[in-house]
């Protein structure tokens, strides 16, 4: 299989890295629009073969998939360009940088029979996958809260504001990890810098009581990466901070009863102990690129489809517009 590379700047060697070195990758393209930036990968990947245009990419009948990760703004034409050239598209997250622009790219690669992919990376890291193993055998109960904290000082993105910058990863953490969609979004956001919120805090709101809070942020003092998850029976905190125990488990919660002959409930607190159980540790990005070679050799949905990426994109699209309105409700549409 040949797959091309189309971005190099940040996150872009990352993922050339990983597509050289998968097996199942005959031969290896790129293109960059900076140059320089296209020569210090040729000059890293002597058998990767960079290329002097995109067009030169799209009319190579060879290349079955194009990966890229460019700007936000450019996902759509360079995405759509690459499905109506029948390749297979990997996009890094966002899928777009708005719902109408995710719902056509969807259509068309099924229309074509393709594989359309997103880079949510999180979904194939090793300890979220403990933790959807954990919810879904019952262990946690019913799940009451998803409170997520994302904050750093920086990267200041010039095209996305903080929250498409930053929210996508906990919003497809929450995505997978819980059966019910939420129903409706309310944001507040600042911008402090330009003209693009740096700060923002996005609530979402839930048919089955279960309400989810995200913190996203470019001016903290510190990194931070962490969620917790509160369920009727147990508690969990990942701590993507954590180099080695990320995962912990708290037999932690309340217990109600009710008062013989009173409205009065009494609220009892239960404190057990606290495990941190293993997981697969696996480099998510190399989970990330066999899952779309599979895809693409077996002609399946990979986890993080088209649709995985449109949901995102219809809660970030809402969530905006809940800033421009204050924080109002912004019930999310079908």
């Avoid at 129903?183 to 330009?194: C, D, I, L, M």
Wanted: net charge negative; with cysteine; charged share 25%.
């Amino acid at each position: 299989m040949n797959v091309a590379v189309v971005g190099v700047g940040y996150w872009g060697p990352n993922l050339v890295r990983n597509f050289f070195n998968h097996s199942a990758v005959d031969k290896l393209y790129c293109f960059d629009v900076n140059k320089d930036q296209t020569k210090k990968i040729c000059e890293r990947y002597p058998g990767v073969e960079c290329v002097d245009s995109y067009n030169e990419i799209l009319r190579n009948e060879n290349i079955s998939g194009v990966v890229l990760a460019t700007p936000v703004a450019t996902h759509f034409p360079l995405a759509r360009q690459a499905l109506e050239y029948n390749k297979n598209v990997f996009v890094e997250k966002p899928l777009t940088s708005n719902t109408a622009e995710a719902q056509m790219l969807v259509e068309l690669a099924r229309k074509k029979s393709l594989v359309l992919m997103v880079d949510h990376i999180f979904v194939y890291n090793g300890a979220v996958r403990k933790i959807k193993e954990l919810i879904d055998v019952g262990e946690v109960g019913e799940i009451m809260y998803f409170d997520a904290v994302r904050i750093n000082l920086g990267l200041f993105q010039k095209d996305v504001n903080v929250l498409w910058d930053l929210a996508p990863h906990d919003l497809s953490i929450m995505d997978y990890l819980l059966k019910e969609k939420p129903r409706a979004v309310a944001a507040v956001g600042q911008s402090h810098y330009t003209e693009l919120e740096d700060i923002a805090y996005l609530t979402l709101f839930f048919d089955n009581h279960c309400i989810a809070h995200i913190h996203v942020s470019w001016l903290a003092p510190i990194k931070v990466r962490r969620v917790i998850i509160g369920g009727t029976k147990k508690m969990i905190l990942l701590d993507d901070g954590e180099p080695v125990e990320k995962i912990r488990i708290y037999d932690k919660g309340i217990e109600t009863t009710a008062k013989d002959g009173a409205s009065e409930t009494l609220i009892q607190y239960r404190s057990g102990g606290v495990s941190s159980p293993k997981y697969d540790t696996t480099e998510p990005l190399a989970r990330v690129v066999d899952e779309f070679i599979r895809a693409i050799e077996k002609k399946a949905d990979p986890l993080s489809d088209g649709v995985a990426g449109l949901n995102i994109v219809k809660i970030l699209e809402a969530a905006e517009e809940s800033i421009r309105g204050k924080g109002k409700l912004i019930e999310l549409r079908g």
